[in-house]
């Protein structure tokens, strides 16, 4: 009650309009699914009452449909019946070969029980399915925003503190190496170059696993690990799809662009530390990384950690997003049975286009909610700092 | 501690000052020695699959980059004219709609496509594997172009910040000029480029789960085969898939290691273009950042 | 006079930004440091208090690279005993902490002082005015530029207290009094003579403000001795520093004032009624500078009208309703025959004012330009009649730059101009145009005595045609030899007092 005054305060008339909007969206896409779903309903209605009357020429004794003769014969019977009426005829023997078809292939049929859309079980089960995927999104969401700061501003630090890359260093000792009499580089060169270029591969590998699509990742480990366990899941959703390592990204990208601006000058001429070096007096000691947000006491990089990270808020909700579609596409890909995303596709599959619209608006309430959430922190953190 | 650069004005100076330019040549390189490797190795049907599972996977990317280009282009300037027009009504449908679709997770609304392009496939609709792809691309432009629309609109927003505008429409300039040409054309077309550069990248990503998606099965009357090849789609076959899960027999027998890449090498291929320019991409992009100043 | 010279290099991927081989900087004195802006004064200075990234850009310092220099006694010493006030006050302070935070941090926190500082820089505030503006934080918009500037000269002249003891500390202020009018320009002079008088401090004073010059002359002539005027000039494409006499600015200043200026009865183009209302705010206009009576605001052919304010007053939204940038809630303007008020649209801006009968040259050359252009394409897409081609565009740039432009130049693009130049071709974008009305705001930013001179004489021949000019400037003392008095204005926010005239005509 208390937050909801909170809102309504005419200093919050910005986040007020932004929930309104988010509001509104829910409700819009709230209609546009609840009358697809309604239009599925009365489709299925319909073709049920179309399918007991084409049912009524199946059941009809010695007719094999699947036999020539016997489909001439009825249709010569149809003939005498509805004599000229050749276009209705041709209809119901292709109504009844589709029917035939659907008694193959369709769920319905096969497992004998009558699937009839939305249940109430069939909501129950996806309840409890929707809340298990909440709960590996929540869990994921949260390690990879700790995790992508830290990333970032080890990154950053190693930036200040000019250190080349690997493969740079080897290129760039090959290339200044200066050959012996007869006309070889120094022993020395090649193993440090060699070093230095496994050094490179070992990062590169590592990179390359950052940015492997889950289902790579998973399909190379199945018979070794169980893809299908919860905490599996969380890795995947940590490590794979370029999720954490393009959110690492975006914030080193915040810390770049803070670290240019003049208020940084600014704390320099008052003597704030201004060295990058791990642990030195006026450096950054290691342990920092455990605790960014208090570890940057007396040093130009707080304001600029700061800085970022308030600019980092809103953007985390295009991570959070693209963190979703990561995970549909872990559960997806990797048909692990009885997971909200898996079931989408099920039921895609067998045409049960009313229950894959309600996971689909679940999965749009589950990114709508993650705006809504980010949205409140922003403001709270702009009013914080007078905006 | 190596602090040093590269010295002199030799070729590696050169690639390492352009910053973007050096992950393009390993890009390439590495592209080209596994083609060299699969033509040695990978029996012939396979390896003709691969190459044109490629070609497939770069023409749908280049042209959802096309695509996202022109529908960024009009909706984020559409969106700028309307902001400052005299009815905000337009403003506010447009704005409300992107609204919706940018909490639609990407890879739902490719679903979403691929679900009507079945359809589509399904009653003889579309028939050509070129429509196809064009069809693909059109629909993962529209799950991701508005990235392009923010870019745009960023950039118009961040020079009506300044007198830049207001300065050129008192002379009497034409706004459609300065957004299009000032801004746009003359100031923004390393941000636009750079973001093109992702988009790319998230294109081969969306477009290589979904096919991996959608080897489970969208329908019954439309499988694998019915879709153009692509990356995704030769990924998800059986027999890649039987190579990427030998890469389990690592763990256990380290030895396997030279086999993998001669009796497994399809799946390990698709797996390796995929992830490689995957990871090549984004270095490009970053490189494209830091040379260009844009952060 | 004790002076250490410098050689400095700076270029930037390959491109020289600054070279010098000369710069020299006088111990314990003040040295005023004058010439077009964008020359490189900022740069050489930063590259001297070792505040210039190296990962940003390439530095020589008496052919030793920057590192060296950086590690050098004398670098360390200008760092820890010294300060360097920027020129955009905006984003040199830190959006994320209180000024009360910043004005007590590294090491400001060990300096006294502060009190006498603050309010010798807010004359006039109360001490809970000045606590209430620590409590911010900053924003683009709050506190005033001005007051920004005050918080950061605040800064410098605690360190400076603190470092009084000091043989040697240099101090840099660059553009300090950009944001300030004349009365809080003069309050900062004076701590800053207050602050060097007793002491041995290096001082630097970046400035276009050539009214400086007068102000020295006129209140301290016992510290004139330790003030130095020099200018940094680019001769035949080489960068040097020059001593600049007072006195050909002061002679240039003398003459001009003794011209008899009276004000031309001509016809009126623009009138504009004086209560006007924007962002919540009432403003007026009068000819006192009191500002109890009110009149419009009256732009005539062929005479410049000067509207004057202290800073932070509105001058710049004044002008920008005017040209139907901005909406205000209360307006009129009469222009010819048309009327304009809150309720007109903007198109009518644009159909009929903008680049017809009125144009405006903005104080930022920098945002105004863009700087991704090459010059000739500055002209492009404006409604001249005729074509616009490379001749007819030398022919017009030759009026405001010392030669007929090469081609070569022609094709540079804006960004790689100084910022004199930018500033100058600028006012030609505006000055090109055949409108009835053109508005300067700040016409001389950024100009060197040579150019700003050239920029008067322009001014001079357009009124001659018979535009009106309508000015904003801090140039004061430049301005006042332009304009007649009766053609002076003031404009306030609305005391309640003051008789408001009778708008019931509209």
């Not at chain 1, 809504?372 to 403001?379: C, F, M, T, Y």
């Not at chain 2, 992702?198 to 499988?223: E, H, P």
């Not at chain 3, 930037?12 to 010439?35: P, Q």
Request: charged share 20%; proline share 3%; glycine share 6%.
């Amino acid at each position: 009650m208390s937050a909801l005054s909170g809102i309504l305060r005419k200093e919050n008339s910005g986040l007020r309009t932004r929930l309104l909007v988010h509001g509104a969206g829910i409700i819009l896409m709230a209609a546009v699914f609840w009358v697809f779903i309604s239009a599925v309903e009365v489709l299925r209605i319909e073709s049920r009452e179309s399918d007991k009357e084409i049912q009524k020429y199946l059941n009809l004794n010695k007719i094999d449909f699947g036999d020539p003769l016997d489909r001439t014969l009825f249709r010569e019977a149809l003939d005498i019946f509805y004599n000229g009426q050749t276009q209705r005829n041709d209809s119901v023997l292709t109504a009844i070969d589709n029917l035939r078809q659907r008694q193959f292939s369709d769920p319905d049929y096969k497992t004998g029980e009558k699937q009839s859309g939305l249940t109430w079980n069939m909501v129950k089960r996806l309840s409890g399915m929707f809340l298990q995927f909440i709960a590996v999104y929540g869990i994921v969401l949260i390690i990879i925003y700790l995790l992508a700061q830290r990333i970032a501003v080890y990154r950053f630090i190693k930036m200040k503190q000019h250190r080349e890359s690997y493969l740079t260093q080897a290129l760039d000792l090959i290339n200044n190496a200066r050959a012996n009499q007869l006309g070889l580089i120094s022993w020395s060169v090649v193993r440090k170059s060699v070093f230095l270029f496994m050094k490179a591969l070992v990062k590169g590998m590592l990179l390359m696993l950052l940015f492997s699509p889950a289902y790579v990742i998973a399909y190379a480990v199945k018979t070794t690990i169980d893809t299908s366990s919860i905490l599996f899941m969380i890795l995947l959703g940590i490590i794979s799809n370029g999720v954490l390592i393009h959110t690492a990204n975006k914030f080193f990208t915040f810390l770049v662009a803070e670290s240019r601006k003049g208020y940084v000058q600014t704390a320099v001429v008052k003597n704030l530390h201004a060295s990058y070096e791990w642990n030195a007096p006026e450096g950054i000691p290691l342990r920092t990384l455990l605790n960014i947000k208090h570890g940057f006491r007396s040093h130009v990089f707080q304001p600029i950690f700061f800085n970022a990270r308030f600019q980092f808020i809103p953007a985390l909700k295009e991570h959070a997003s693209f963190l979703v579609t990561g995970l549909i596409i872990i559960e997806m890909a990797l048909n692990i049975q009885g997971h909200f995303c898996y079931e989408l596709l099920q039921q895609i599959l067998y045409k049960q286009y009313d229950i894959a619209a309600v996971i689909i608006f679940c999965i749009f309430l589950t990114v709508k909610a993650t705006e809504i959430a980010i949205d409140i922190w922003e403001h709270k953190e702009k009013r914080k700092y007078g905006y | 501690m190596a602090t040093k650069t590269f010295t002199g004005n030799s070729w590696l100076s050169i690639l390492a000052s352009k910053k973007d330019l050096p992950w393009l040549t390993i890009w390439i390189a590495g592209l080209g020695v596994l083609w060299i490797w699969d033509a040695l190795f990978l029996n012939a049907p396979a390896f003709a699959r691969l190459q044109i599972a490629f070609l497939n996977s770069l023409f749908t990317g280049v042209m959802v980059v096309l695509f996202s280009l022109v529908l960024g282009w009009f909706v984020g300037v559409s969106l700028h004219m309307l902001e400052h027009s005299k009815s905000k009504v337009g403003f506010a449908v447009i704005s409300f709609v992107t609204d919706i679709l940018r909490s639609i997770p990407q890879i739902i609304t490719v679903l979403i496509g691929y679900v009507v392009l079945t359809i589509l496939l399904h009653n003889g609709i579309i028939r050509s594997s070129f429509v196809q792809m064009l069809w693909i691309a059109g629909i993962i432009a529209i799950a991701v172009f508005l990235e392009v629309a923010d870019t745009i609109r960023q950039r118009i927003d961040y020079f009506r910040t300044l007198d830049f505008v207001d300065a050129m429409l008192c002379c009497g300039i034409k706004e459609r000029r300065i957004i299009n040409v000032e801004i746009l054309w003359k100031n923004s077309r390393s941000h636009m480029l750079h973001k093109l550069i992702a988009i790319f990248g998230i294109s081969i990503f969306l477009q290589c789960s979904i096919d991996f998606i959608i080897s489970v099965g969208l329908s019954t009357d439309v499988s694998l085969i019915n879709f153009p090849m692509t990356l995704g789609n030769l990924l998800a076959n059986v027999d890649s898939k039987q190579d990427i899960l030998a890469l389990s027999n690592l763990f256990t027998e380290p030895g396997y290691l030279p086999v993998i890449f001669v009796r497994h090498l399809q799946g390990l291929s698709v797996a390796f273009c995929i992830v490689f320019s995957l990871l090549c991409i984004y270095m490009i992009a970053n490189g494209f950042v830091r040379r260009h100043k844009l952060a | 006079m004790n002076e250490r010279k410098y050689n400095i290099r700076i270029s930037s991927e390959g491109r020289e930004l600054v070279a010098i081989d000369d710069f020299r900087l006088a111990k314990s004195a003040i040295t005023v440091l004058l010439g077009e802006s964008g020359i490189g004064k900022s740069l050489i200075l930063l590259a001297i208090a070792g505040l210039i990234d190296p990962d940003e850009l390439d530095v020589q310092i008496d052919g030793k690279p920057y590192a060296a220099y950086l590690r050098s006694q004398e670098a360390i010493d200008i760092r820890r005993n010294g300060f360097f006030v920027f020129q955009e006050p905006s984003s040199h302070l830190n959006p994320l902490a209180t000024l009360r935070a910043q004005l007590r941090e590294g090491s400001l926190a060990k300096t006294h002082d502060e009190e006498r500082i603050l309010r010798k820089l807010w004359q006039n505030s109360t001490s809970s005015d000045i606590e209430s503006i620590l409590d911010v934080y900053p924003k683009p918009y709050r506190p005033s530029g001005g007051e920004k500037q005050r918080i950061l000269a605040a800064m410098a002249f605690k360190k400076m207290a603190a470092s009084a003891e000091l043989e040697d500390s240099t101090f840099i202020f660059d553009e300090p009094t950009g944001n300030l009018d004349n009365r809080l320009r003069n309050e900062f002079l004076d701590l800053l003579i207050e602050n060097f008088r007793d002491r041995t401090a290096t001082i630097v004073l970046i400035t276009h403000d050539y009214s400086i010059i007068s102000r020295f002359a006129s209140t301290y002539p016992a510290v004139s001795m330790r003030i130095l005027y020099r200018e940094l000039m680019l001769e035949r494409g080489k960068l040097h520093l020059r001593d600049f006499l007072p006195g050909e600015y002061l002679s240039w200043l003398e003459k001009r004032n003794a011209a008899v200026r009276t004000a031309k009865k001509t016809e009126t183009i623009l009138r504009l009624h004086p209560d006007i209302e924007i962002f919540g705010r009432t403003l007026s206009i009068s000819r006192d500078k009191e500002g109890c009576n009110l009149e419009p605001l009256v732009i005539r052919k062929g005479a410049v009208t000067y509207l004057k304010a202290p800073s932070g007053t509105g001058k710049t939204t004044i002008v920008k309703l005017m040209m139907g940038l901005i909406k205000p809630e209360k307006m009129l303007m009469e222009l010819g025959s048309a009327v304009y008020t809150e309720k007109t649209n903007r198109n009518a801006w644009a159909r009929g004012v903008w680049g017809k009968q009125m144009t405006m040259v903005f104080q930022h050359a920098d945002e105004s330009l863009n700087q991704n252009s090459k010059v000739k394409d500055v002209f492009s897409g404006l409604p001249i009649a005729g074509p616009m081609n490379e001749r007819t565009i030398a022919n017009s740039i030759s009026e405001l730059f010392e030669e007929e432009p090469s081609r070569d130049f022609l094709n540079t693009k804006v960004k790689y101009l100084s910022g004199g130049q930018k500033q100058r071709l600028n006012l030609l974008r505006s000055l090109i145009l055949h409108t009835d009305i053109l508005i300067l705001d700040e016409p001389l930013n950024g100009l060197d005595f040579a150019s700003a001179a050239k920029v008067i004489t322009k001014i001079e021949m357009k009124l001659q045609s018979g535009i009106g000019v309508l000015v904003i400037s801090h140039n004061e003392e430049i301005f006042d030899t332009l304009v007649a008095a009766d053609d002076i204005y003031y404009l306030h926010s609305w005391s309640p007092n003051c008789t408001m005239p009778d708008t019931s005509k509209r």
